[in-house]
């Protein structure tokens, strides 16, 4: 599968190379002629745009770690305990490189070099967009759609890297928005970038999402779903919606509330998609996903990580059991189509199981972001009945009676409602870590009880090659003034 992939962004896309750890966003002479070439037509602007999208399928992109991979082993999802430890809490030693079990250490090195990689990239191609782009490119739509997606991109990688190697609690915990925790980069070369503090960071990433929204405003009344006016394609790109919900993300990690709501509540009006209430021939829920990235031969990767047959114990299943807490179920079927044999494939020899959402995936579609969350955020930044309303919804369209809803008349419910459902809802999808992450819960799992969140564990330390080849404070003093403008 990488060897594919490396073929494809080697014909789609001006890949910045990456030779030594010094020179992650060097652009060679040589690099610099293909552009000038690829950069000739209107095709070259798009086969690089499609470029991002397929470096973001990468495993140590969204394609593995930064979805169903390490960021759900993180908050214990799994069962399975990769050979080479005998321990689940092995994940979390981020300061030692691994030949066998998690190398937690290696992967989050991995996952900072090919964000920052596709992140210049994006810096690359928008550059030759402000070059050559209103020459080469006569239609407006076309060239704001390039500049809106692949601003987009920038700051929804740069919000992830936000989200893993910044602070916790950012939104309750104002003291915390200082710290200075990633570069964010907004130019196609090698200079040093600043670690910034993540009140900046959210600055750049919000600016950077707005330009995009005012980019694609083109297709907003396009609806995303089934009818005459939709555009299933749009779903596999960042579309003027999926930049919409993005936003709203955004706004409720920071605590900006009413933003949030806003946002979230004009995705749900006119994003022309509706929340299902069967997952029967759609584990992955496709007619929820406002945007999604497409993998080419999903099944053979995943395999990787989901088997089936004998060869379950070795990849990452799930015993019922813990099926049983996540979902708050009872036995193998449950109500909650969330937990029924849609959803899970098992093996009731070994009592384990496995998610269908990347082994039945017909769309080939790794979700990035779905409605369903848009009414967790409303319900977030609501009160009371309206609240509440929200949130069950969902679980009533997922198959849970009204008679089992659940009240969210103080924050502590809220609170605690939330974390169930996103527990469940986004399993091998990588978003329950992060909400644990954002809301400072730093309590022991409820389905690992020996296992307990703490700061340490939520908040990945800078890799070495950054510290080395980066922007070390030692430097602040002397090379700030040489810095371009963030």
Known sequence: MKKILNILVAGLCCIITLGSCSDWFDISPKTDIKAEDLYQSENGFMSSLAGLYILMTEENSYGADMTFALLDQLVQLYDFIPEGTNSNLSVYNYTQSTSGGYNTKGRLENVWQTSYNIIANANN?????????????LDD??????????????????????????????????????????PYRIVADKSKQPLLPASKIVENIIKDLKEAKECLSFEKETELGQGVNASIDRRYRFNYHAVNATLARVYNYAGNTSEAKTLALEVIDNCGLDIQSSNDEDPILFNEVLCGINMYQMTNFTSNYFATGDKIASKHYIEFKTIDIIFETNGSESDDMRARNSAFLRNSALQMAVTNKYAKNDKEVIPLIRLPEMYYIVCECSEGDESAYYLNLIRNRRGISSANNLKCNTAEERLAALESEYRKEFYAEGQYFYFLKSHGVTTSLVHKPEVTMTEERFVFPLPDREKEYGWTEDETDKETTEQPEN
Do not use: Q, S
């Not at 919000?159 to 925790?181: H, I, Q, S």
């Open 125 to 137: 191609l928008l550059k030759w967009l402000d070059n050559k782009g209103e020459e080469i490119i």
């Open 141 to 182: 739509n076309t060239r704001n759609m390039i500049r809106g997606e692949a601003l987009a991109i920038r700051a929804y990688i740069h919000f992830d890297l936000l989200r893993g190697w910044g602070p916790m609690n950012y939104a309750g915990n104002p003291d915390v928005r200082e710290t200075k925790c990633i």
